[in-house]
């Protein structure tokens, strides 16, 4: 059981390019989640997954996209990258069960802009 | 709109002495709360949870935190910080199962020898 894992680990982007950073959850969760993380600031929610095919905007969607096309793994694209992407990218699961809904993250990405 | 104080974002103890870290929550629902630790270049992982059980809540690591409603507070201690506790800790929010959480800006905790 490996909770949830993150792709790639590191990655350096010149301002424009596009990536994609690939979540993988085997523990059946419903919901998923794409957090970045800035000093000082916390964690901050970019979007959102309630199901298999469902995407939501959280605090911060601007300049990202995602996609659930299985329910194991949630995707989350930078079409062009900027400078002011450069951050810790978090994923997380949660079985979004009564009672029992906290979050696994995985190890993150550390992705910077330049 | 549910929100996340944490007061002091670096809190400095000396080994073996009592640790407490602060955090008080803005919520229009009674909310499940939750206590993250996160250690150097890695992931967040749940120190413990309140979700309207016990008031008190005893996690890993010898960690527990008290609901206060009246407070609005979910403050975390330990009575003997240990070296190995020396992380960054979030507090967060959530006002029910699967929805979104809402982290405060986290306290860096130091243990000095």
């Known amino acids: 059981n490996a909770g949830v894992t993150q792709t790639p680990k590191f990655r350096v982007l010149k301002t424009g390019q596009s990536m994609t950073l690939l979540c993988a959850q085997d523990?059946?969760?419903?919901?998923m989640y794409w957090y970045r993380q800035d000093p000082g600031m916390g964690l901050r929610l970019i979007h959102y997954s309630v199901g298999e095919g469902t995407t939501a905007k959280g605090e911060v969607p601007d300049g990202y996209n995602v996609s659930r096309l299985k329910k194991q793994n949630f995707l989350l694209g930078l079409e062009s990258a900027a400078p002011s992407q450069t951050s810790v990218y978090f994923c997380a699961s949660s079985s979004g069960l009564a009672g029992g809904n906290e979050q696994f993250f995985g190890p993150g990405t550390r992705l910077t802009v330049l | 709109a549910q929100s996340v104080t944490q007061l002091g974002s670096h809190v400095s103890v000396s080994e073996g002495a009592l640790v407490l870290l602060r955090c008080n929550y803005s919520?229009?629902?009674?909310?499940?709360l939750f206590w993250y630790v996160q250690y150097p270049n890695q992931g967040l992982q749940l120190l413990l949870k309140y979700t309207s059980a016990a008031t008190l809540v005893k996690g890993i690591n010898g960690f527990e935190a008290e609901f206060k409603k009246s407070e609005t507070s979910f403050h975390l201690t330990k009575p003997s910080a240990h070296m190995s506790d020396a992380a960054e800790y979030f507090c967060?929010?959530?006002?029910?199962?699967?929805?979104?959480?809402?982290f405060g800006t986290g306290t860096s905790l130091t243990v000095i020898p």
């Open positions: 523990m059946n969760h419903e919901y």
């Open positions: 967060a929010v959530s006002d029910g199962p699967g929805n979104q959480f809402y």
């Open positions: 919520s229009s629902v009674p909310p499940y």
